[in-house]
């Protein structure tokens, strides 16, 4: 027999050159921009809910949330239809937490400031796990739509804002909170919603019978959904409960969950209506026009999903090379790599700036802006966030590709936000519509992106092909009128509110000679950069 030495075998096991989690920390800390902006709007602290976003135990439950999607039960053990999603315990840990913290419905029954404080919460929150951020924006998103009928409104919309998670199906009325959710999509629709077959017929008593197939229904476990469906009078908005008075289930058939990509916490579903009850919103025939101020405020929501996605990105990227040495040095002094890193702080304090002036905009009513500058920001902003976060990963080298990294659940997640709420296409074309019929959203725009004007040559080149564009614009060009003028409008608050180093970085690679790739382009003081969002571990 031989005899091991255990001291020899034990000491193969002694890690080194391995960067500790990144847990426990302060995600506001170490994010200029949102600190800046929580500052410039006057929003109040927000300290308590960013340490609990960044505390090992709400990282803990987003893993496990991730790691145990959700279960479709169609029956119960005795053959009765039950259609019912079952979710882990760490999921309605994420949720119950979001609800308390008002992230949720609460801003439309609040003081001055509630959108602007939900918007950095959100963000903020969004950063623990990506997919409970779902059923929590369609609750916020549905109020706009529902006050179309006041009725309606005026009994929900309190149970919507209350800052309880009252999770189970129960009818509306024995409930102390409701979460509402989204249910457009069709097989041979997509985006083109007028394609729509499912259909409404009146009943007597006011209510509508709608029988029809959802290819995708976000939430199914909510106790409300906004649909549209084609009424005698055309295509409508409806309000569908998932439980009726009586305590009888709805008739809507949970066919399947969506296996995606990303986003795995979050129960996506086909659904049947067989004849569920509904309540009109609106007038027949106008139900684009309802769902629409849904869509709005969900597109806000993509923004700031976007920006967290990528921010959580660029968090664990600047960790990681604090601690990781190669080639005997520190991956942080290497010059090359504080280029990419400064890179991509560039993106992200961009990002979170930009969907931070959104938010403003909305809490102060500046409809006009919003009809362009949202949709090009969706559009922009949601499609940088694949890139940025792919560069990140690879910060991490083969770590990152690694599952326990957890860089490779925010890279599946980052294309979701430019696809939801209309994909580039769609959103690009919105933003030529809003152009060609509201001369009022152009002025406010141009009144936007003027007050930076003179401030650096790079913006102000571009803000002349920015207005020759407007001019003339055209439907193969959309995406890029697009992509300019989110770009402007970044380069124009970073001239504003950030130190000049950042904003006249950004403007040279962006607007100037940029290169093709994150980090091909020096930055002077790249390391500053770094140093300026790095988390403090």
Not at 13 to 28: E, I, K, M, R, W
Request: proline share 6%; net charge negative; with cysteine.
């Amino acid at each position: 027999m031989t005899l091991i030495d255990e001291s020899r075998v034990h000491s193969t096991h002694q890690v080194t050159n391995q960067p500790p989690p990144l847990s426990g920390f302060d995600p506001l800390a170490c994010d200029p921009a949102l600190g800046a902006a929580l500052t410039r709007y006057a929003v109040g602290d927000l300290t308590a809910l960013a340490k609990e976003a960044g505390s090992e135990e709400a990282r803990e439950h987003g893993r496990l949330a991730n790691e145990n999607p959700p279960q479709l039960r169609t029956h119960d053990r005795y053959g009765h239809r039950v259609d019912e999603v079952e979710f882990h315990p760490s999921w309605h840990w994420l949720m119950s937490r979001a609800v308390e913290h008002g992230l949720h419905a609460a801003p439309w029954t609040s003081g001055p400031g509630a959108h602007l404080r939900r918007a950095a919460g959100f963000y903020l929150w969004s950063q623990v796990e990506a997919g409970h951020g779902c059923p929590i924006s369609m609750t916020y998103s549905a109020v706009p739509a529902l006050r179309y009928q006041p009725e309606l409104a005026a009994e929900l919309v309190p149970k919507l804002a209350a800052p309880h998670y009252d999770h189970g199906l129960r009818p509306i009325a024995e409930k102390a909170g409701l979460l509402a959710g989204m249910s457009m999509t069709e097989k041979q629709g997509g985006s083109d919603v007028r394609a729509n077959t499912t259909t409404a017929e009146p009943l007597a008593d006011g209510t509508y019978r709608l029988v029809g197939h959802k290819w995708f229904t976000s939430a199914p476990m909510n106790d409300v959904f906004l649909t549209l469906a084609q009424a005698p009078g055309g295509l409508s908005c409806f309000l569908v409960p998932r439980v009726l008075p009586d305590g009888s289930r709805n008739e809507i058939r949970v066919q399947r969950l969506k296996d995606k990509l990303g986003n795995k916490s979050n129960a996506s579903a086909e659904i049947e209506y067989t004849g569920a009850i509904g309540h009109l919103i609106g007038e027949e025939g106008r139900g684009v026009r309802c769902i629409i101020e849904m869509v709005s405020m969900t597109r806000l929501d993509c923004v700031l999903g976007s920006a967290a996605n990528v921010r959580l990105a660029l968090s664990e990227a600047a960790h990681h090379v604090q601690h990781r040495s190669a080639f005997g040095e520190r991956l942080v002094d290497l010059p090359l790599m504080q280029n990419v890193l400064a890179d991509l702080a560039l993106e992200s304090e961009a990002a979170t700036t930009l969907a931070m002036r959104l938010a403003a905009a909305v809490e102060q009513g500046e409809h006009d802006l919003l009809r362009l500058a949202l949709p090009a920001t969706k559009y922009y902003v949601c499609k940088r966030a694949p890139a940025v976060v792919a560069e990140a990963l690879e910060c991490l080298g083969g770590n990152g590709y690694v599952e326990e990294s957890g860089m490779p659940r925010l890279y599946r997640e980052a294309p979701l936000m430019s696809i939801w709420e209309g994909s580039g296409n769609v959103t690009a074309l919105d933003l030529l519509r809003a152009l060609a019929k509201q001369p009022a959203a152009r002025d406010a725009v141009e009144a936007e992106l003027d007050a930076a004007s003179g401030a650096d040559r790079h913006f102000d080149d571009a803000l002349r092909r920015l207005r020759a564009e407007l001019d003339d614009p055209s439907p193969g060009k959309a995406r890029a009128l697009a992509e300019l003028l989110a770009l402007t409008l970044q380069s124009a608050l970073l001239l504003r509110h950030a130190p000049s180093h950042v904003a006249e970085a950004f403007t040279a690679t962006r607007l100037g000679a940029a290169g093709r790739t994150f980090g091909s382009t020096p930055i002077a003081g790249a390391r500053t950069l770094l140093e300026r969002v790095a988390p403090n571990r």
